[in-house]
Nanobody, 124 residues
Framework: QVQLVESGGGLVQAGGSLRLSCAAS????????MAWFRQVSGKEREFVAA????????NYADSVKDRFTIYRDNAKKVVYLQMNSLKPEDTAVYYC?????????????????WGQGTQVTVSS
């Protein structure tokens, strides 16, 4: 079993930065693709970024490319989402997800495990 716990959300001004953390546990985590999704209440969950645990592959939504970076600390088993140049449209609940033996797909149905989410609010 893989368990994921997000943290690091909060309120920031447009143009600011925030780093989200996803603490992962489970012996199979290193076989996973890891991803971040986000969701606004009443709307569909949206792909943000993904990576294989090894870091050999990364994938970003066009809306966040060149602003967000997904990376991990292998020793700590933590996946991060560094968010720079934040915009009000980035406001959402952000979720960490893991896909066993995955390659970083953009479809949420591919992912086996999910964290509880952390709120990010970007003010104007």
């Amino acid at each position: 079993q893989v368990q994921l716990v997000e943290s690091g959300g909060g309120l920031v001004q447009a143009g600011g930065s925030l780093r989200l953390s996803c603490a992962a546990s489970g012996r199979r985590i290193t076989t996973c693709a890891m991803a971040w999704f986000r969701q606004v209440s009443g709307k569909e969950r949206e792909f943000v970024a993904a990576m294989t645990w090894s870091g050999s592959s990364t994938n970003y939504a066009d809306s966040v490319k060149d602003r967000f970076t997904i990376y991990r600390d292998n020793a700590k088993k933590v996946v991060y989402l560094q968010m720079n140049s934040l915009k009000p449209e980035d406001t959402a609940v952000y979720y960490c997800a893991a896909d066993l033996m995955g390659v970083g797909a953009e479809r949420e149905v591919e992912y086996d495990y999910w964290g509880q989410g952390t709120q990010v609010t970007v003010s104007s």
